[in-house]
């Protein structure tokens, strides 16, 4: 280590509530390294073991209902794409506030998940339907940012990048860690980031948006990673830690969703604090959405499955549960053009 590396070591990290209360005063770059690198290592076997036993539990018909509308409640419905329209914005938040124009049963949707330039198309179509508060109890609007999905950018571009979206009405904030930076060991530079985007969620009125930090674990290579980064993002300030952007493969799976869980858990247990998890990224079947229902009941409990405290990050989901869903109230399942395509 040289001069500049080991001044660094031992110059104070921005301040963070969660951090300061849990290793102390001194926190340093060195101190923060050590907490992370001192967390227990993953049985990597055991975990995947679990993982899949969970996932073979089944639930009775008469449960399938209500999980298939937790399901709905719980869905952060998504677009993501460069073709992104305003006009495809105001479709997508139709969808969520009306699922299913058949059956007025069907609930909303948690949130409307969208590029930061695309936040006040989605403001203005959920404004178009009620009043403010009305808006502010029911969807929410999340917005990707900090250079979304790379984080290849400079911190003050993604703090703009935040600001912005925050300032055009988002509810939310998904920002993505600098993975490079985490891989290579600099954790107080990912953890210094997550504390200023944390800051650029401020409101005018001293209120914040929701910060979800998404780990993109397809890319932190193992285990033992994934739990040093959910550690990490949530001790820098994360109302949630997200597993993905959905732009890399693998992206959410069953095992690192139970580890992120297990996290939370662990959190919940040292601090009385609730933490939120979201995984995103080829959750596309009814089937595979209750396997994470079970594993959120079996980790956490069922208080988590609402909206503030588990989402899932998906577009395609919404549509099979919703033909899942007229399969058990017909006893048929619907044509293609049953649901929008998304």
Same mark, same amino acid.
Not at 75 to 104: C, Q, R, Y
């Given at each position: 280590?040289?001069?500049?590396?080991?001044?660094?070591?031992?110059?104070?990290?921005?301040?963070?509530?969660?951090?300061?209360?849990?290793?102390?005063?001194?926190?340093? %770059?060195?101190?923060?390294?050590?907490?992370?690198?001192?967390? $227990?290592?993953?049985?990597?076997?055991?975990?995947?073991?679990?993982?899949?036993?969970?996932?073979?539990? $089944?639930?009775?018909?008469?449960?399938?209902?209500?999980?298939?509308?937790?399901?709905?409640?719980?869905?952060?419905?998504?677009?993501?794409?460069?073709?992104?329209?305003?006009?495809?914005?105001?479709?997508?938040?139709?969808?969520?506030?009306?699922?299913?124009?058949?059956?007025?049963? @069907?609930?909303?949707?948690?949130?409307?998940?969208?590029?930061?330039?695309?936040?006040?198309? &989605?403001?203005?179509?959920?404004?178009?339907?009620?009043?403010?508060?009305?808006?502010? %109890?029911?969807?929410?609007?999340?917005? @990707?940012?900090?250079?979304?999905?790379?984080?290849?950018?400079?911190?003050?571009?993604?703090? /703009?990048?935040?600001?912005?979206?925050?300032?055009?009405?988002?509810? %939310?904030?998904?920002?993505?860690?600098?993975?490079?930076?985490?891989?290579?060991?600099?954790? =107080?530079?990912?953890?210094?980031?997550?504390?200023?985007?944390?800051?650029?969620?401020?409101?005018?009125?001293?209120?914040?948006?929701?910060?979800?930090?998404?780990?993109?674990? =397809?890319?932190?290579?193992?285990?033992?990673?994934?739990?040093? &980064? $959910?550690?990490?993002?949530?001790?820098?300030?994360?109302?949630?830690?997200?597993?993905?952007?959905?732009?890399?493969?693998?992206?959410?799976?069953?095992?690192?969703?139970?580890?992120?869980?297990?996290?939370?858990?662990?959190?919940?247990?040292?601090?009385?604090?609730?933490?939120? @998890?979201?995984?995103?990224?080829?959750?596309? $079947?009814?089937?595979?959405?209750?396997?994470?229902?079970?594993?959120? &009941?079996?980790?956490?409990?069922?208080?988590?499955?609402?909206?503030?405290?588990?989402?899932?990050?998906?577009?395609?989901?919404?549509?099979? @549960?919703?033909?899942?869903?007229?399969?058990?109230?017909?006893?048929?399942?619907?044509? /293609?053009?049953?649901?929008?395509?998304?």
């Amino acid at each position: 280590m040289n001069a500049t590396e080991h001044a660094a070591a031992h110059t104070a990290l921005a301040p963070a509530e969660r951090a300061l209360d849990l290793i102390g005063s001194d926190l340093t %770059e060195t101190t923060l390294r050590l907490h992370l690198e001192g967390l $227990s290592g993953v049985d990597a076997a055991g975990l995947e073991q679990r993982a899949a036993g969970l996932a073979t539990r $089944s639930i009775k018909t008469t449960s399938k209902a209500l999980a298939l509308d937790t399901i709905i409640r719980l869905i952060d419905l998504t677009t993501l794409e460069g073709a992104d329209t305003p006009g495809k914005v105001h479709s997508l938040v139709a969808k969520a506030m009306n699922p299913d124009a058949t059956d007025a049963t @069907v609930p909303r949707v948690a949130a409307v998940c969208v590029y930061g330039d695309m936040v006040p198309y &989605a403001v203005e179509a959920l404004g178009a339907a009620g009043t403010e508060s009305q808006r502010h %109890e029911g969807i929410q609007v999340a917005a @990707v940012a900090t250079a979304f999905p790379s984080g290849r950018a400079s911190l003050a571009v993604k703090l /703009a990048d935040t600001s912005e979206a925050v300032a055009a009405g988002a509810d %939310e904030i998904d920002m993505v860690i600098d993975r490079g930076a985490f891989l290579s060991g600099r954790y =107080g530079l990912v953890f210094e980031q997550i504390v200023a985007v944390k800051e650029a969620c401020r409101r005018p009125d001293g209120s914040y948006a929701h910060l979800k930090v998404i780990l993109e674990t =397809g890319e932190l290579a193992t285990y033992d990673n994934v739990r040093r &980064a $959910s550690w990490l993002a949530i001790l820098a300030g994360a109302d949630f830690i997200k597993t993905s952007t959905g732009k890399v493969s693998p992206a959410a799976t069953l095992p690192v969703t139970l580890l992120m869980l297990e996290v939370v858990r662990d959190w919940h247990r040292l601090t009385g604090e609730r933490i939120g @998890v979201k995984p995103a990224g080829g959750i596309r $079947s009814s089937k595979d959405a209750i396997r994470y229902l079970v594993t959120v &009941a079996e980790t956490v409990g069922e208080e988590w499955l609402k909206p503030e405290l588990f989402r899932f990050g998906a577009s395609s989901l919404l549509n099979d @549960v919703l033909l899942q869903r007229q399969k058990l109230t017909t006893g048929r399942y619907s044509g /293609a053009d049953y649901v929008t395509m998304d």
